[in-house]
């Protein structure tokens, strides 16, 4: 996933993780009180990546019902983010979702600006390569609707725009890419059975997005995005859970810097420095969640990941493996929401990362 997506990933996932605690579930519904219309919360947010630093930021969600006799659709949700972190990057949010009908359609809005600061490895400095950083500036508008197929299975259409400008800190000549503009139309489906949306003990959850930049629609570059992300969830025993994920993210075409991907984040944890970038990462992890004492659990995982710009130059030579550990504590029992911190390591980069949560 490149930079800019997994930065905006980063607020979507605490906004989705605060979701769950509220909504119970993914086709459950929240018992709201039926004297209020509404029901409205603000909840600050911190956190630490090894990339961006410290996070802090603030929430706030306002929780309604579309229709007051249809008490199957959970909640739609209108919100507000704005996040900031110790190496200046900086991103605000609002984004409303919709539920109508029994939760037979779906639809999600969702715009912003971000001002991310990271790096990228250049081969060619001196000796061996290294980094310089970069500055990436974004305005996005999301648009999505869904609707349900079968039991567990939605699928729909969504749009997406951006405009980017990045800028490289070349020593002695700074080098820019110039504003660009972009425009998707793309489709989506998602299969999910988890009986527990923040802490699953068992079910699928399957995902396909696939995005088509154009320039008939504007767009500076054409090319394609496509991800898939397989999670698997099993109870092995009383105190123990495994889950499985495999995720595929594959960017085709005239692919410009925006678009390009990096191992980093939720699909290997370990790997933070934006050094492994490339137009396909593909990635295979396992997590063993273990309960060890009342409200207290470990987590122990593990996984390997490629990033390639072609699927023929995947080798066993190109493997990167990581793996870590984590501590957690069941915060909200009725929901089954951990938080906790993990530390893992990959080869030459390592990642510490508070969270809300389980990763996936």
């Known amino acids: ?8 990933l980063i607020a979507l996932i605490q906004i989705t993780n605060l979701l769950s605690a509220q909504l119970g579930g993914m086709g459950g519904s929240m018992e709201m009180d039926s004297t209020k219309k509404l029901k409205i919360a603000a ?10 630093g410290f996070m802090a930021g603030a929430l706030g969600m306002g929780f309604y019902r579309v229709s007051p006799d249809d008490t199957i659709s959970p909640p739609s949700v209108t919100g507000m983010m704005a996040l900031y972190t110790s190496n200046k990057t900086w991103a605000a949010f609002a984004f409303q979702q ?10 999600t809005i969702a715009t912003g600006v971000a001002d991310a600061n990271f790096q990228i490895f250049v081969d060619l400095l001196p000796p061996e390569g290294g980094f310089i950083g970069y500055n990436t500036s974004v305005l996005f508008v999301y648009l999505k609707g869904q609707r349900a197929i079968i039991p567990d299975f939605f699928g729909g259409l969504h749009y997406t725009y951006y405009r980017a400008n990045t800028e ?31 802490n699953p003990e068992k079910g699928w959850n399957i995902e396909l997005d696939v995005s088509f930049y154009t320039k008939w629609m504007g767009s500076s570059n054409d090319y394609n995005n496509y991800e898939l992300s397989v999670n698997k969830y099993f109870r092995l025993n009383p105190k123990g859970v495994i889950a499985a994920r495999f995720n595929t993210a594959i960017s085709a075409g005239d692919v410009p810097f925006t678009g390009q991907n990096v191992v980093m984040g939720t699909d290997l944890r370990g790997y933070t420095d934006g050094k492994h970038r490339a137009n396909q990462v593909h990635t295979l992890q396992a997590e063993y969640r273990w309960s060890f004492y009342k409200k207290f659990g470990m987590v122990g995982f593990g996984g390997v990941a490629v990033a390639v710009d072609k699927v023929q130059e995947i080798s066993f030579n190109g493997l990167l493996p990581a793996a870590g550990v ?8 009725d929901e089954g929401i951990n938080v906790g911190v993990d530390v893992a390591v990959g080869i030459e980069d390592w990642g510490l990362n508070f969270r809300i949560t389980e990763a996936f």
């Open 43 to 52: 909840i600050p947010l911190f956190n630490y990546n090894r990339s961006i």
């Open 1 to 8: 996933m490149n930079f800019f997506r997994l930065f905006i």
């Open 168 to 198: 490289f800190d070349v020593p002695g000549t700074p080098v820019g890419t110039g504003t660009d503009d972009f425009h998707a139309l793309g489709f989506n489906f998602a299969y999910d059975s988890r009986d527990n949306v923040s």
């Open 326 to 333: 984590g501590l957690r504590y069941l915060m909200i029992e």
């Open 98 to 107: 919709f539920y109508f009908k029994e939760d037979t359609w779906r639809a």
